[in-house]
């Protein structure tokens, strides 16, 4: 695969970075890609951190229990405002993806957020 045009314009850019870190107003959020194993729940977890700045680290081991077949965006994470170098170092998928996987968050606040979910996001801000 060559590298072209296209593909620069498919790159997540610090402008789009910077809309995903506005959204932690905006109450219930789907966030998609075509396979949910990097660039959406990359977005969950920038989202995440701006929510809960300082806990990036056990933002995205939490994510990884939730779905280990993820592996972060790299450059996605380079982009965002949060400390996410610890993330960046040990960034690999613990198993592989099952077929025709999806990646599903659910966060505190949405009618579907589990009671086990709330209370893991509430241990984030203590």
């Known amino acids: ?10 790159a997540a850019t ?5 809309a995903i870190e506005s959204l932690r107003e905006s109450g219930t959020l789907l966030i998609n890609c075509q ?3 990097r660039r959406s729940p990359t977005a969950a977890l ?8 300082g806990r990036e680290a056990a933002l ?7 779905a280990p077949y993820v592996e972060y965006n790299r450059w ?3 982009l965002a405002s949060g400390d996410f170098r610890s993330v960046i170092a040990l960034n690999r998928p613990r198993v592989p993806a099952p077929p025709g996987c999806f990646f599903e968050l659910n966060l505190l606040g949405t009618p579907s957020c589990t009671r086990q979910c709330q209370q893991s996001l509430e241990s984030f801000q203590t």
């Open 1 to 10: 695969m060559t590298s072209g045009k296209s593909d620069r314009l498919l």
């Open 14 to 18: 610090k402008a789009h970075i910077a």
């Open 35 to 37: 396979l949910g194993q």
């Open 46 to 53: 920038i989202l995440l951190a701006s929510l809960f700045p």
């Open 60 to 66: 995205a081991e939490w994510i990884l229990a939730e």
């Open 76 to 78: 996605m994470l380079s």
